[in-house]
């Protein structure tokens, strides 16, 4: 069990249902719509609408209350993060190709080519060696004697993804930001006509007149 959840299940404890319940019909008001009290009505269906709202304010004012709101508050935030620390590892992966990725586990060697010409790529000195996520990106491996075993990357033809997926980078870092500039005529500043109000219903009686 992870710090925040124990920190949730902590705060948990000193509490009643009801005090639980409540924070939970809180917790999702952003979807349901209600008011603090129509929240504490739904656990103490008894009381008074002009009861409740007094009752749910005082409630909240609890410290044994606060703490679990807090708890829940901060395993959220915590989640939100971690989500997007993964989704930024996927897109780089993405963005970088197969090649990239099995560097990681590889080395560059220089070896000679089948036209007598020196070519770089990529070498491992035992295939067993390599991680088991990476082979998947593994076309195939070579043995090549006296330079190791050549290692062969699958070809990434999906260029649209690793396309998105430098750009969803671009936009998570701040690399760059999508903006659309409004310019008059060659790029000059927007030219602003004043109209009379005769004037504007004149031509909106012509326009009606020619559909």
């Known amino acids: 069990m992870d710090e ?43 009381v008074t609408p002009g009861s409740a709202a007094a009752l749910a304010a005082r409630m909240l004012k609890n410290e044994k209350v606060r703490a679990y709101l807090d708890a829940i508050t901060d395993q959220a935030a915590a989640r939100a993060i971690a989500t997007l620390s993964d989704l930024q590892h996927e897109w780089t992966r993405a963005a970088l190709g197969y090649e990239a990725i099995l560097e990681k ?4 060697r ?40 050549l290692v062969v990357p699958r070809v990434n033809e999906k260029y649209a993804d690793r396309n998105k997926a430098a750009e969803l ?17 060659n790029g000059g500043p927007i030219e602003v006509a004043d109209v009379s109000a005769k004037a504007l219903r004149t031509a909106c009686k012509r326009l009606r007149a020619e559909l």
Request: overall charge positive; glycine content about 12%.
């Open 105 to 108: 586990s590889c080395e560059r």
């Open 169 to 185: 980078l671009g936009k998570t870092f701040g690399a760059f930001i999508d903006r659309v500039e409004s310019t008059g005529k």
């Open 4 to 46: 925040k959840q124990s920190a949730v299940d902590g705060a948990r404890k000193n509490l009643t249902a009801g005090q639980v319940s409540f924070v939970h019909h809180l917790l999702e008001r952003q979807k349901t719509g209600l008011t603090l009290a129509q929240c504490y009505a739904l656990v103490h269906p008894k």
């Open 110 to 149: 220089r070896y000679e080519g089948g036209k007598g010409e020196f070519l770089f790529g990529l070498f491992v000195d035992d295939p067993n060696n390599i991680p088991n996520d990476a082979v998947k990106y593994i076309e195939r491996i070579e043995n090549m004697p006296g330079v190791g075993w």
